[in-house]
């Protein structure tokens, strides 16, 4: 079975700083990974995904994430926080059986920002 | 139109109401799905329609029963909930393909109380 992991419940950084959200994966098969977020009271928006094209993918908001198949990794970055990126951020799998996306998600990482 | 729009976005009903959820999208995306967040948990998988036909039941009690009436419209019909159904419910849309994963676009949900 396909599934994610989030690892850190919580993460905090400051203003202008390094985000880095991590998502470990588990699949038998080549896998398709996204990056949803969630703002308060909303639904999800998605970030950025993975469908074997190129293990760096970019999104939007100025994150991207890079798939390791080594270190069976899909790791959420932003070079530079901002106030806006907080909220809640989920790694999800999917896995496409006969034309359905069955999307899977983690745990979710809720991301705060210290001016 | 890249939108998927949810209504009502707020309900309160009793245990012996009987209430429906609206979702609609115009993108021509031909997989719809509902899904179920519990508060600080991520979205569980209700129900998946594939050109209008219930592909993917996981389980739901009968007291939610979807109904896909065209390719634009997904409702959930809710009767004798329990206090515990409270959640945000999320509906959300997908092109559909065997060999291509796309992601899902999501509305932005109806929270439901039930009292």
């Known amino acids: 079975a396909q599934s994610v992991t989030q690892l850190g419940s919580h993460v905090s950084v400051s203003e202008g700083a390094l985000v880095l959200l991590r998502c470990n994966y588990s699949s038998s098969v080549p896998p398709y990974l996204f990056w949803y977020v969630q703002y308060p009271n909303q639904g999800l928006q998605l970030l950025l995904k993975?469908?074997?094209?190129?293990?760096l993918v970019k999104g939007i908001n100025g994150f991207e994430a890079e798939f390791k198949k080594s270190e069976t990794s899909f790791h959420l970055t932003k070079p530079s926080a901002h106030m806006s990126d907080a909220a809640e951020y989920f790694c999800?799998?999917?896995?496409?059986?006969?034309?359905?996306?069955?999307?899977?998600f983690g745990t979710g990482t809720r991301l705060t920002i210290i001016p | 139109d890249t939108e998927v729009t949810q209504t009502p976005k707020h309900l309160v009903m009793g245990m012996t109401n009987k209430k429906s959820l609206k979702c609609e999208q115009h993108?021509?995306?031909?997989?719809m799905y509902w899904y179920k967040q519990k508060a600080k948990k991520p979205p569980e998988l209700m129900f998946v329609?594939?050109?209008?036909?219930?592909?993917i039941n996981e389980s739901v009690p009968s007291r939610f029963s979807p109904e896909c009436p065209n390719s634009s419209l997904l409702n959930l019909h809710l009767h004798a909930l329990q206090p515990e159904d409270s959640a945000l419910y999320l509906c959300?849309?997908?092109?559909?393909?065997?060999?291509?994963?796309?992601?899902?676009?999501f509305g932005s949900g109806t929270r439901l109380t039930v009292v």
């Open positions: 959300a849309s997908s092109q559909e393909s065997a060999d291509r994963v796309y992601g899902y676009t």
């Open positions: 999800a799998v999917s896995l496409s059986n006969f034309g359905n996306e069955k999307l899977t």
């Open positions: 993108m021509g995306h031909r997989a």
């Open positions: 993975y469908t074997s094209a190129a293990t």
């Open positions: 329609y594939s050109y209008e036909k219930l592909s």
